[in-house]
């Protein structure tokens, strides 16, 4: 049966390479490889990256047809709250901070597609229908950790602006320098969504993206914008700060 | 230079293609767990893993950084299981599975070769295309691999896939049980490796060109690691000259070549 894929006699000593020769050649190739790797930095061979964002696009393509909106987070019962060790992360050099006296009361934008753009205060977004979370966050970066989280749900604030059926992105842009990050509708409109305005219990402290942030359980940690000015419902992507750097810009869980 | 046909196409092309997706998902992975070299969640700690906060050296990773690791790992997945699945769905439909799965008995058949292997028995087992251990080793492969691949979509989408998550212990613990498949994958690896070059060089031409010299198998050597590594005798195995050494008693006579080449001049 084997006969019928493989030659009588092999194609290497046809050409007449023995085992000696062979070897050579193996380590002359294997030497050969070496040098190859060791002339591309560490990242790879350049002429790949082409590969890999296609890999990407076809990942983005393979986890939106995984997402499932009643696909939930739910955080082990036993695990103890993060609280204070829960990790702080922004770009400005310094904790961001919004003054009062330089910018005026702080107000979140609801723009872009929508029937009814709004700006809401503080005071007006925590009139809204509230939400209490406890839910395990993923980070790139390979830690998790549990915070209970209280806001609105996204799909609430959309619902109440009047989400045009043209809106299939959302851009959550932040006073932390010029950080944001673009999502999909799918993944904003999740039921466990939220426009955070509270964690384990107290007000979200700046550490934390105070006044307020985006959090979802179905997106990566930096996928979800803090220190929120702005949420704009758009029809097309708008990349993000770390997905323009080389992340993936879908950063799904 | 006698040769039978030993390794079909597909799964030398298999084989050095699983090289590749795995140096790339290995070099990456070790990337990626250097951004947080632990295991616990935020603000608990973790009961089985000694080298907290350790980084992986620098020189076994792949990818550059965190992200640039990530977009590898995450094709290079693809290749990874798209190779494993051609692999196996040959193996099965072309019969070769029968070299691979254990057979009755597997368990003294391996003791057999590690007491060999540690000269405490003097003739090399009889075995057929791979010895016990090899069958053992080999069977075990693919397994590991389907454990590498349920670990990491545990691990990739922790809420789309809860329930796989959840039956793996959660997040925390998914990402060390892939940690430790990949460990496996590397003692497997390394084993595998040592045993080609200490034992059996020449399996190094059936991996290439497909072509195995039968009379140099390590039966017929009767090898273990770095012993009789050589043919033990340097006349043509198809000439009727017999060894110059005696031949261990019992031992079977090397295979006759089923297709003598041509006499060859000297």
């Known amino acids: 049966m084997s006969r019928l894929w493989l030659p009588r006699h092999h194609p290497a000593e046809r050409l007449g390479i023995d085992r000696r020769a062979f070897l050579a050649a193996g380590l002359a190739a294997g030497a050969g490889a070496t040098l190859g790797l060791a002339g591309c930095n560490s990242q790879g061979p350049k002429s790949a990256q082409g590969l890999l964002r296609a890999a990407e696009h076809f990942n983005e393509k393979v986890e939106r047809a995984l997402f499932r909106h009643n696909a939930m987070n739910v955080a082990p019962s036993g695990a103890a709250l993060a609280g204070a060790r829960f990790p702080s992360y922004f770009i400005a050099d310094d904790v961001p901070v919004w003054d009062e006296k330089e910018r005026g009361i702080w107000r979140l934008e609801i723009a872009g597609l929508v029937q009814r753009p709004a700006k809401l205060t503080l005071g007006e977004l925590q009139n809204l229908p509230r939400t209490e979370l406890r839910l395990e966050h993923f980070c790139v970066e390979g830690w998790s950790a549990v915070a209970v989280r209280t806001g609105v749900l996204l799909a609430e604030l959309a619902r109440r602006a009047g989400l045009l059926p043209e809106a299939r992105y959302v851009d959550f842009q932040s006073f932390d320098d010029n950080y944001h990050e673009s999502w999909d509708l799918d993944s904003a409109l999740h039921p466990q969504t939220l426009i955070v305005y509270g964690q384990d219990g107290g007000l979200l402290e700046p550490a934390f993206g105070a006044p307020a942030r985006v959090y979802s359980p179905v997106k990566l940690g930096y996928k979800c914008t803090k220190y929120l000015t702005r949420i704009v419902f758009l029809p097309e992507k708008n990349g993000g700060y770390w997905s323009d750097q080389g992340y993936e810009w879908y950063g799904g869980v | ?266």
């Open chain 2, 1 to 266: 230079m006698t040769s039978t046909p030993r390794h079909h196409w597909i799964v030398r092309l298999t084989h050095w293609v699983n090289v590749l997706a795995l140096t790339i998902m290995i070099g990456s992975g070790l990337r990626i767990f250097n951004s947080y070299p632990a295991f616990a969640r935020k603000g608990e700690s973790f009961c089985c893993y000694p080298f907290t906060g350790h980084k992986i050296p620098e020189w076994l990773t792949f990818g550059g950084w965190l992200a640039g690791a990530r977009n590898w790992h995450f094709a290079a997945m693809w290749l990874l299981v798209a190779n494993g699945f051609v692999y196996l769905t040959f193996v099965y439909l072309h019969g070769e599975w029968r070299d691979l799965v254990p057979r009755r008995g597997v368990a003294r058949d391996s003791w057999e070769m590690v007491k060999f292997y540690l000269a405490l028995r003097k003739l090399h087992p009889h075995q057929g295309k791979h010895n016990a251990l090899q069958r053992t080793a080999y069977f075990a492969m693919p397994w590991v691999g389907v454990a590498a691949v349920l670990s990491g979509l545990a691990i990739w989408k922790p809420v789309q896939l809860a329930p796989l998550t959840h039956l793996l212990g959660g997040f925390v613990w998914a990402r060390y049980w892939h940690f430790l498949v990949m460990l496996a994958l590397v003692i497997l690896t390394l084993g595998h490796v040592f045993m080609v070059f200490a034992v059996d060089p020449y399996a190094l031409r059936a991996i290439v060109t497909g072509g195995y010299d039968e009379a140099k198998s390590p039966e017929a050597r009767n090898a273990r690691p770095f012993v009789n590594l050589r043919a033990r005798t340097d006349v043509p195995v198809t000439s009727a000259a017999p060894p110059h050494d005696e031949p261990p008693s019992g031992a079977p006579p090397p295979a006759a070549p089923s297709d003598p080449e041509p006499t060859q001049k000297p």
